[in-house]
């Protein structure tokens, strides 16, 4: 099984830029589709972005596609989320999960691996 770590989160200022790394370890990383999901407080864990195996075949929710970009380095194992023009709304934690297949890849129960999160706060 796959272990996930995420890193990068962080206090920022509206319209900032963020990048998060996510870490893979224990298992064949380029074996599996990555995602990144999202959860305020209050709310259910919402669907961020995914990345296949090839790094050219991605999927970004509406809500933050044009300001953020998932992609992946096989060689080291990582996946990324380069978030820019943040909002106040973009305020979650952000977890990091894999799969090494999926339906559709929008819905957290898809996936078997997570991370433990890493919180990013964006201030108006």
């Known amino acids: 099984q796959v272990q996930l770590v995420e890193s990068g989160g962080g206090l920022v200022q509206a319209g900032d830029s963020l990048r998060l790394s996510c870490a893979a370890s224990g298992g064949t990383f380029s074996s599996y589709i990555m995602a990144w999901f999202r959860q305020a407080p209050g709310k259910e864990r919402e669907f961020v972005a995914l990345?296949?195996?090839?790094?050219?075949?991605?999927y970004t929710a509406d809500s933050v596609k044009g300001r953020f970009t998932i992609s992946r380095d096989n060689t080291k194992n990582t996946v990324y989320l380069q978030m820019n023009s943040l909002k106040p709304e973009d305020t979650a934690v952000y977890y990091c999960a894999a799969t090494p297949t999926v339906v559709i890849g929008v819905h957290p129960n898809e996936y078997g691996a997570w991370g433990q999160g890493t919180q990013v706060t964006v201030s108006s």
């Open positions: 990345i296949r195996r090839s790094s050219t075949n991605t």
